[in-house]
């Protein structure tokens, strides 16, 4: 079965700045796009990014753009979120899925912005 | 608010049907085609049919999607107390160039 584990996630304050990572196993990592998946508390899904699986493409949600940065090393079967410039409203689970169409998800990992 | 509209809520009772509602537009549903997701609660959602009415492997028959237009419904048959969960669509949108979800159908099995 697909493995997806997140990391990274925890308390930054508005303004600040933090970098999710998720491992992938189990599947070629190479060979598929990935995304980032947001559910802020007792919401529902917000796509946040997607990245081809080469990198050379990338996609961000207008609520993102400009702050985020999606990116991934396939030699170390990583995907990556670099979170700058974080506010309130960005305080969430975020989830990494394989696939544009979000095939598979990990567990997620918590971020909270607040002062 | 959602770029695809559920309804917040639906219900039945077991063994019984319920069918969940997903309203777009000609730039994303009517475009493109529709994923549905389950989310158990505190668990991360789940792929439950793709590409309008596909199911991927383990899914049971009793998930059946389809799509006409801008509209996609998610039928659930012969309903089951493990069916209790968040259901959500989701689609491409070619005006966004982004990927949209519903806001999301609690599902109660009374």
């Known amino acids: 079965d697909v493995q997806l584990l997140e990391s990274g996630g925890g308390l930054v304050q508005p303004g600040g700045s933090l970098r999710l990572s998720c491992a992938a196993s189990r599947f070629t990592f190479s060979s598929c796009a990935m995304a980032w998946v947001r559910q802020a508390p007792g919401r529902g899904l917000e796509w946040v990014s997607s990245?081809?699986?080469?990198?050379?493409?990338?996609y961000y949600a207008d609520s993102v753009k400009g702050r985020f940065t999606i990116s991934r090393d396939n030699s170390k079967n990583t995907l990556y979120l670099q979170m700058n410039s974080l506010r309130a409203d960005d305080t969430a689970i975020y989830f990494c899925?394989?696939?544009?169409?979000?095939?598979?998800w990990g567990q997620g990992t918590l971020v909270t912005v607040s002062s | 608010q959602s770029v695809l509209t559920q309804p917040p809520s639906a219900s039945g009772a077991p063994g019984l049907t319920v069918t969940i509602s997903c309203s777009g537009s000609i730039s994303n549903l009517g475009s493109n085609v529709v994923y549905w997701y389950q989310q158990l609660p505190a668990t991360a959602p789940s792929l439950l049919i793709y590409?309008?009415?596909q199911r991927p492997s383990g899914v049971p028959d009793r998930f059946s999607g389809s799509k006409s237009g801008t509209t996609a419904s998610l039928a659930i048959s012969g309903l089951r107390s493990e069916d209790e969960a968040d259901y959500y669509c989701?689609?491409?949108?070619?005006?966004?160039?982004?990927?949209?979800f519903g806001g999301g159908t609690k599902l109660t099995v009374l």
């Open positions: 590409r309008n009415n």
């Open positions: 989701a689609g491409w949108d070619d005006s966004l160039r982004g990927w949209v």
């Open positions: 899925a394989k696939e544009h169409y979000f095939e598979s």
């Open positions: 990245i081809s699986n080469s990198g050379g493409n990338t």
